[in-house]
């Protein structure tokens, strides 16, 4: 049986780019360990999607630019920050929602634990992982640059937003999409959140910071997943894992990500990236 709520109103947003009979099994193991109740965050890049089962919030260019949002031509997977954007309008009485993506586990004796620790902790707006000023070699940093802040940097397959800091992130975002040289640089989800509530009147906090290690450089990173069927049983304190993919997807994934490390930019768009990057620099974030 889910935990019963809290006294705040909470949703898990579970990020995908396909309904399957194993995303729809993660959700409801998801809505077991949180409590509350799951709704999927489907890439609607070819169509809505609709589903019997769960709640469908449809993460399409039509949804978005309704809203006034930028949407670059990768946006369903490079901006996951505009699933927020939606669910806090499908929601609007929610108060607090999580978003995990499909390929993050939860391993330990107890992994409701995660859940209910953070459950005491419903006053911090902005929750993630590897929150930490961005470092000078980090892929992303040239896109969160700007006069008078500190670019910071996360990961994003497991984070926790008020809606507060949602609608504030809302509202700058449609800000910088405004404006040619943000849009020529636009930020993944990873920077813009980071670096827009790190810099903001928020209260925010890695996951690590309370107490319990609940991820380590081993368990939570981004690169090359980790076999979901070689995991051995968990710890006692309940570690997050990311990225796991079970065997039958594993091979795959590593030879997309070795192609995606071959590809490069034309000179001419590196160039009007470098001018972007120079004009956000002594500009206002």
């Known amino acids: 049986m889910p935990m019963k709520n809290n006294v705040r109103s909470t949703h898990v947003l579970?990020?995908?780019?396909e309904i399957t009979p194993a995303v729809l099994a993660l959700a409801d193991h998801l809505?077991?360990?949180?409590?509350h109740a799951v709704a999927?965050?489907?890439d609607a890049s070819r169509g809505?999607?609709?589903s019997e089962q769960r709640t469908v919030i449809n993460l399409s260019i039509a949804a978005c630019r309704e809203l006034g949002l930028h949407c670059p031509a990768d946006f369903a997977w490079k901006c996951g920050d505009y699933g927020y954007y939606l669910a806090r309008r499908r929601f609007p009485d929610t108060e607090?929602?999580?978003m995990l993506e499909t390929d993050v586990g939860f391993c330990g004796e107890d992994p409701p634990y995660f859940f209910r620790f953070f459950a005491e902790h419903r006053d911090v707006d902005f929750l993630a992982g590897k929150l930490q000023p961005a470092g000078r070699s980090w892929f992303w940093r040239n896109t969160a640059s700007g006069r008078g802040i500190v670019p910071f940097q996360c990961l994003f397959p497991v984070t926790r937003l008020s809606r507060r800091a949602i609608d504030a992130a809302f509202a700058h975002r449609l800000k910088?999409?405004?404006r040619l040289n943000r849009r020529i640089l636009w930020p993944n989800d990873e920077a813009f959140m980071a670096t827009t509530l790190m810099n903001g009147d928020f209260v925010t906090g890695d996951f690590n910071d309370f107490g319990p290690s609940f991820y380590s450089d081993e368990t939570y990173y981004y690169g090359a997943p980790m076999n979901a069927d070689s995991l051995k049983p968990g710890p006692a304190v309940v570690q997050i894992f990311h990225p796991i993919l079970p065997a039958s997807?594993?091979?795959a994934k590593i030879l997309t990500l070795q192609q995606r490390s071959l590809a490069s930019d034309s000179w001419t768009t590196e160039r009007l990236r470098w001018t972007a990057h120079k004009l956000n620099a002594i500009s206002r974030w």
């Open 14 to 17: 579970l990020r995908t780019k």
């Open 40 to 42: 999927l965050i489907v």
């Open 31 to 35: 809505e077991t360990i949180s409590g």
């Open 96 to 98: 607090l929602f999580w």
């Open 48 to 50: 809505d999607v609709k």
């Open 176 to 178: 910088h999409g405004r």
């Open 249 to 251: 997807q594993y091979a």
